[in-house]
């Protein structure tokens, strides 16, 4: 299997506030593999997109980010920014929720997409253009050729977030971060962008996908991993976290995605109550007010991530048949 | 037999769009197009389509925002016309939205209390302080606000608490009718469910009925009693919800229940259940010079006639409605 491609050691993260410093993100590891699709699932404000913006030094002013974080080998939050500058962008290409924050609006689908590369220095024109047509085949932008004209504005929604992801693409990269790629999306493009981003994958590139919807992880995602308030509570291979989510938290998060086959009661599995606020720590699990399975040991002491194998599980009362093989 | 609220027949919505030169003609741009459409009282009605299949474009028309070209919008029995100003500000006492954005529609300069109170006066006229007081705070505890949420600003809350502030401003005069224009679309699964089962409360206890807007068939099935398909400005399917999710006749609504993403990587990994619909929805600019069905281009099962000649809504022996060349032919299961 060899080193991980990225390598995340209790990374934490920070944002300076006139009422103190709050933490986003506190003391989370994990790994990406090359060719391997890691899903990270949870609610706004729970840390996921500040996770790897901090792990590529892209935080807002203020932000603060510390712990280790190595990419192939290269150490990225160290004094030395080189390795970092020469990674973004290049090796490491990120995705986000509304395409329109990503294309710059009195520039050329072609025009950006081969500056990315046009910029670096890493091909001439004639080849950056036909590396454009390349990656706009591989999204399956519909007439490529036409798009190279087109300005973003000229899009449909769909159609920019396939010239977004073409434009990660561009430099053939060896991981993408996509952040919410789909959730501006309708259902029908959603499928299809995440057809695309599934494709990359299976082209060995490896993908972060960062959403609030489990139910879109299920058909790309290899592991999972559930974060709550700044934590990573669960991770698990796709299968396993499906079939037995161990966190009731991941198991409240399951039970909330609308399904065509549910039974018809008239009502959602609902996570009552809210998120804990940005900052707010508590004695014990952050999940404790909202978990229906908490007992009294899970207000006072905070349970450890519980590594077994490819899973692990921060909580006191795990669910009974966690740990289940399908 | 239970009470008509909105009856709206043959509605379409047009919009002008750029001429051809100086003084070529005027063109249009068909937004909604011969739509019928009824909600009687406390009944849910939903309405599914993709961006620009006019499903706001409708609501809109029938919140009196927007002027139709043709068709009429009857509220309980009485036609509604935009100049009409007495009439729609009596119609709006009865009929409420929400939209979206959760914290667009509320205004950040107004405490959540001040906002809920805002719709109370602007609906009921001046009333005591304390009388509004009151209702304000009945009305954040039925959202399942805690009071004292009323004195923050939208920017304290998050974009669930601001959803159901703005579903206490609407329904603070107690309506009849709430027309949620995807209203949990912009929020996480877990919120979204949250708000879903408000709004199931909320029928229940008052007898609300809803016309609930969203792209997402799986969404919609758990709140309507019945479900519109909407492709392009007209309806493709209308059914019973039992009838459309056990038997979806129109490709297009197969379509869209396949893009429905299945929590379950075991069966994700097997085909799907349907083709996916193929490229962008169309444009309304660009269906308006066809002159067949909108969905044409699209569909996996389209042929000449479907590309020459518009298929009627028609209705087979359940009571299902369809806007198919092929709805007969197409084989039984999705």
Known sequence: MGAPLLEIRDLSVEFATPRGPIAAVREVSLEVRRGECLAIVGESGSGKSQLFLGSFGLLAAGGRAEGAVRFDGRDLLGPDTSPLRELRGTRVAMVFQDPMNALTPHLTIGQQLCEVVLDRGLLDAAEARARCLEALRSVRMPDPEARLRQYPHELSGGQRQRAAIAMALMTRPDLIVADEPTTALDVTVQAQVLDVLREARDLGLALVLITHDLGVVAGIADRVAVMYAGRIVESAPVRELFAAPAHPYTAALLASVPRLDAPLTGRLEAIEGQPPQPGEERHGCSFAPRCPSAVAQCRELRPALQVAGERSVACHAPRAHAGARP | ?334
């Open chain 2, 1 to 334: 037999m239970s009470e008509h609220l909105l009856q709206v027949r043959g509605l379409s919505v047009r919009f002008p769009q750029r001429r051809a030169g100086l003084f070529g003609a005027h063109r249009w741009l068909t937004a909604v197009d011969g739509v019928d459409l009824d909600v009687v009282a406390g009944q849910s009605v939903g309405i599914v389509g993709e961006s620009g299949c006019g499903k706001s474009t409708l609501a809109r028309a029938i919140l009196g925002l927007v002027k139709p070209a043709a068709g009429s919008i009857d509220w309980r029995g009485t036609p509604v016309r935009l100049g009409d100003a007495a009439g729609l500000r009596r119609m709006r006492r009865e009929l409420q939205a929400v939209f979206q954005d959760p914290v667009g529609s509320l205004d950040p300069r107004m405490t959540i209390g001040e906002s809920v109170a805002e719709a109370l006066v602007a609906l009921e006229g001046r009333q005591q302080r304390a009388a509004c007081d009151a209702r304000v705070a009945a009305t954040l505890g039925e959202v399942g606000l805690d009071v004292v949420l009323a004195r923050r600003y939208p920017h304290e809350l998050s974009g669930g608490q601001c959803q159901r502030a703005a579903i206490a401003r609407a329904i603070v005069a107690r309506p009849r009718l709430l027309v949620c224009d995807e209203a949990v679309s912009a929020l996480d699964v877990s919120v979204q469910a949250q708000i879903v089962n408000l709004l199931g409360e909320l029928r229940e206890r008052h007898g609300l009925a809803l016309l609930f807007i969203s792209h997402n068939l799986a969404v919609v099935r758990h709140l309507s009693d019945e479900v519109i398909v909407l492709y392009l400005g007209r309806v493709v399917e209308r059914a019973p919800r039992e009838a459309l999710f056990a038997m979806p006749r129109h490709p297009y609504t197969r379509a869209l229940l396949a893009a429905v993403p299945e929590p379950d990587p075991v069966a994700r990994s097997a085909e799907r259940r349907a083709p996916l619909a193929e490229g962008e929805p169309a444009s309304p600019q660009a269906s308006a010079a066809a002159s067949g069905c909108a969905y044409a281009a699209r569909c996996p099962f389209a042929d000449e006639r479907c590309r020459r000649e518009l298929p009627p809504l028609e209705r087979d022996a359940a009571g299902h409605f369809i806007a198919c060349h092929h709805w007969r032919a197409l084989p039984r299961q999705p």
